[in-house]
């Protein structure tokens, strides 16, 4: 009788040891530090909207961060964005190669919506300047120019490992202004759309 209550306790303690294992493996896989210096690098597709879309067609999209998240919040971010898009064969030569390529630099404020956790949603807002730059011959219509921006967004990052992990981000931006191209009379919704999946890590 008393060995078997004693076997039965063992059991007992043994499942609980087993279970709060569990609990601890699972609660470490939830809760990470997002905290600190970090990097990225991103690749994806812009395009415009507004007056802007019919003649420029989307295109290749890049982008290279680094960032400093003061707390599981709140992040800064300072980066470089770049983008290459052909003009609509109406509206340039119909040579091969980009017709446009856009370089530009920005700094942002990154929001965490969710504290600690290995998948976190985030919000972002910046102000960048970037310039643009016509490849010669493909249209009269199109010009050199260098312009402001503001980019807003929202993405998802995930905690691949305590050094890694991936990001993907969605951002609208609205132009300063539309020089390089024919666009008359400029409304707030001639702007960039951009989508980019990113690889980084923290150090």
């Known amino acids: 009788m008393r060995a078997g209550i004693r076997t039965g306790l063992c ?51 890049y982008e290279a961060i680094i960032g400093f998240r003061a707390s599981e919040f709140l992040g800064f971010e300072v980066g470089y964005s770049g983008g290459v898009n052909d003009l609509d064969p109406g509206a340039g030569s119909g040579v091969g190669g980009p017709d446009i390529i856009r370089n530009g630099g920005q700094v942002a404020i990154n929001l965490g919506l969710l504290p600690n956790t290995r998948l976190q949603p985030y919000g972002l807002a910046g102000i960048g300047v970037e310039r643009y730059s016509v490849r010669s011959g493909v249209s009269v219509r199109y010009f050199d120019d260098t312009s402001g921006y503001v980019p807003v967004g929202l993405g998802l990052r995930y905690k691949l490992n305590q050094s890694l992990f991936a990001d993907a981000r969605a951002s609208y931006s609205a132009l300063f202004g539309q020089d390089f191209a024919p666009v008359t009379d400029e409304d707030v919704l001639d702007g960039r759309y951009q989508g980019l999946l990113q690889l980084g890590g923290s150090f």
């Open 11 to 61: 059991i007992a303690l043994l499942a609980g040891g087993n279970a709060l294992a569990e609990d601890l493996t699972a609660m470490e896989s939830r809760y990470v530090e997002w905290e600190g210096p970090y990097f990225l690098l991103g690749l994806g597709a812009e395009g415009y909207t507004g007056k802007l879309a019919p003649n420029l067609n989307p295109g290749l999209s």
